[in-house]
């Protein structure tokens, strides 16, 4: 009878069945003799002894190979997330450098704007101050009438809220005129 241990230790070593001399199906030995088994192993050979050493265990191929499919998979999946991830990082940094530059854009037009609001308020200030010249100013040439009417003239532009627009600094500002 085949012993079941011998050809899977002899498969370790990388020896392969090449013939075998009965059916599987008889089990009444062919006639002649016992049951053979024929294995081949490229270094084992009767006359060649010195390559004997040479047959060694066969190194197991399928789970490392299965664990290095494993491990090249995972890989390429973190690969593929981690490109997942920077795409839409970049497309959020392109997004929100677009909103940034759009809300300088406003700012800047917001600035030129308020700068246009304060001359035309400057302006408007002159002109309500020589409007309030001209109503003050004196009708008459005496010259008792001239003091009274400068001296109300001084009071009512030092009472007044009148502003000037100081650019003096980086930005425009509306600056209340201090009493004189």
Same mark, same amino acid.
């Given at each position: 009878m ?10 370790k ?5 090449i013939?075998?001399?009965f ?12 049951l !053979? ?10 006359d060649?002894?010195?390559?004997? &050493?040479?047959? =060694?265990? *066969?190194?197991?191929t399928?789970s ?5 499919k494993i ?8 690969v593929?997330r981690?490109?997942?991830i920077l795409n839409c990082?970049?497309?959020h ?10 809300l300088v854009?406003?700012?800047a037009?917001l ?11 400057n302006r !408007? ?6 409007l309030l010249?001209?109503?003050i100013s004196?009708?008459e &040439?005496?010259? =008792?009438? *001239? ?13 007044s809220n ?12 509306l600056v ?5």
């Amino acid at each position: 009878m085949r012993s079941v241990a011998v050809p899977p230790q002899l498969n370790k070593y990388d020896f392969w069945e090449i013939k075998i001399t009965f059916t599987p199906t008889s089990t009444v030995p062919p006639s002649g003799g016992s049951l !053979q088994w024929e294995f081949h192993h490229p270094y084992f050979r009767a006359d060649t002894m010195f390559e004997v &050493d040479n047959v =060694k265990q *066969k190194k197991l191929t399928s789970s490392t190979t299965d664990t290095s499919k494993i491990n090249e998979t995972c890989t390429t999946k973190v690969v593929e997330r981690t490109e997942d991830i920077l795409n839409c990082l970049m497309t959020h940094q392109i997004q929100t450098s677009s909103a940034l530059n759009k809300l300088v854009e406003e700012s800047a037009n917001l600035c030129i704007e308020l700068d246009q609001a304060y001359i035309q308020l400057n302006r !408007q200030q002159i002109r309500i101050d020589l409007l309030l010249n001209q109503s003050i100013s004196p009708k008459e &040439d005496s010259s =008792k009438d *001239k003091t009274t009417h400068s001296n109300n003239k001084s009071q009512v532009m030092s009472e007044s809220n009148t502003y000037y627009l100081n650019n003096s600094t980086s930005s425009s500002t509306l600056v209340a005129k201090t009493k004189e």
